[in-house]
């Protein structure tokens, strides 16, 4: 039958039927990582091309099941760049151990892939993760990490510009045209091996403080695999700093919905059951909403069909514990650092119309008798306004 035929072929080409992960179930992927873990095991699989399958992705389950998903480093760079220096500092920061030439005591080509995959593979570096800081240095030892199956999360070049007369090798040697030769020939290849995973990092100025923090930022990214990724942003910061402004801007620009706290509690208010009750007796004996009590009203929004299938970005409401622990959190968080003087500067400067409810600043105030109608909203007096800024610049903030 033709039509059955078409029918089958349709329900098993992605390219006529794409496949797509129900949205509730996004978040527990993503917590998870089990986009990462799929790939990881079908990337295992296909390298090593095992006849047995099954038994393969069992073996590496249960012996990787604690490692698979921690960092694996491998730093290239140029011989003007401190490498040990780097890792060190991304091992306190990663807690991933630093491995050197040293480490691996391989004394032939014949056992260098076995001794790779000896030193990075079993306990307890595979267990806390690696760094590896100046190895491989040419195209034959990058060939000996393909072989042992090794699959680094990340790949970073540390690049230096011409080298200035005060800027010295990090390793002894008197020919020093003849290593970066040697660095240069070597570098083409290695890239061409990690292409799909390696980023590039530039010290500056013999900065290496600052070589260190931008190379971290590298590490704290993982690698987008093609997953399914619905944006759920949380935009922290006191008042004045632009939360509510940048957050409709990101709704408009990506289709979020946008979700603020102080409308929440407003349309709790007005609810006749236990927990706009519970909202009310905290208002009447001026205390803060529980967290149990904020996480039942943050939640019943975002699981609500809009935030499911668009997702959200929320303002208005920073505490993490209650927000990690929503069924699906976020995995976006903005923090605006802003001083307590521009915000209280740029709130004192509105102004609202007192019978549409309508905002002004001081640059675009209206005339007539909508003029007389603007005034200064009772939450927006400077001796209240400026504790609250600051209870959140030096609190919220070291708890965030």
């Not at 527990?28 to 986009?35: A, C, N, P, R, V």
């Not at 909403?289 to 996480?295: L, R, Y």
């Amino acid at each position: 039958n033709i039509n059955s035929l078409e029918y089958a072929t349709k329900m098993v080409d992605a390219t006529r039927r794409p496949l797509q992960v129900p949205i509730r179930y996004v978040p527990y992927l993503e917590k998870h990582q089990i986009y990462h873990l799929f790939h990881h095991l079908a990337t295992r699989l296909v390298l090593n091309k095992t006849s047995d399958p099954i038994s393969f992705l069992k073996q590496i389950l249960q012996n990787e099941g604690r490692s698979w998903n921690k960092f694996r480093i491998i730093l290239l760079g140029s011989p003007y760049v401190d490498k040990i220096c780097v890792a060190k500092y991304l091992s306190g920061k990663t807690g991933a151990t630093v491995i050197t030439r040293e480490d691996l005591h391989w004394k032939a080509r014949s056992s260098l892939k076995e001794a790779v995959s000896k030193v990075l593979c079993t306990r307890p570096v595979a267990d806390t993760g690696w760094i590896l800081a100046d190895f491989p240095c040419t195209a034959k030892e990058g060939l000996a990490i393909k072989e042992a199956v090794i699959l680094p999360t990340h790949v970073i070049h540390l690049e230096v510009d011409e080298p200035e007369d005060d800027l010295s090798l990090c390793i002894d040697t008197s020919d020093k045209k003849k290593l970066l030769a040697e660095y240069k020939d070597n570098i083409r290849y290695l890239k061409r091996m990690f292409q799909h995973v390696i980023k590039d990092c530039r010290l500056k100025n013999g900065n290496m403080e600052q070589l260190c923090a931008d190379c971290l930022k590298l590490v704290e990214v993982l690698k987008h695999n093609g997953e399914a990724m619905l944006p759920r942003v949380v935009i922290i910061g006191p008042r004045g700093s632009g939360k509510k402004t940048q957050a409709s801007l990101i709704a408009k620009r990506f289709g979020l919905v946008s979700i603020d706290w102080e409308f929440l509690l407003e349309q709790t208010l007005l609810r006749e059951d236990k927990l706009g009750d519970s909202v009310r007796n905290a208002q009447q004996n001026r205390v803060d909403i529980f967290p149990n009590i904020a996480k039942q009203i943050i939640e019943e929004r975002v699981l609500q069909w809009d935030c499911q299938r668009y997702g959200w970005v929320l303002t208005g409401y920073h505490d993490a514990k209650v927000l990690n622990a929503l069924s699906t959190p976020p995995n976006r968080v903005i923090l605006f650092e802003l001083d307590a003087l521009t915000c209280v500067s740029r709130i004192t400067s509105r102004r609202i119309n007192m019978y549409t409810g309508q905002r002004y600043d001081n640059n675009n105030l209206p005339k007539g008798k909508e003029l007389k109608q603007a005034r200064v909203h009772p939450r927006d007096k400077l001796n209240p306004l400026y504790n609250e800024v600051h209870v959140f610049l030096d609190s919220k903030k070291e708890n965030i």
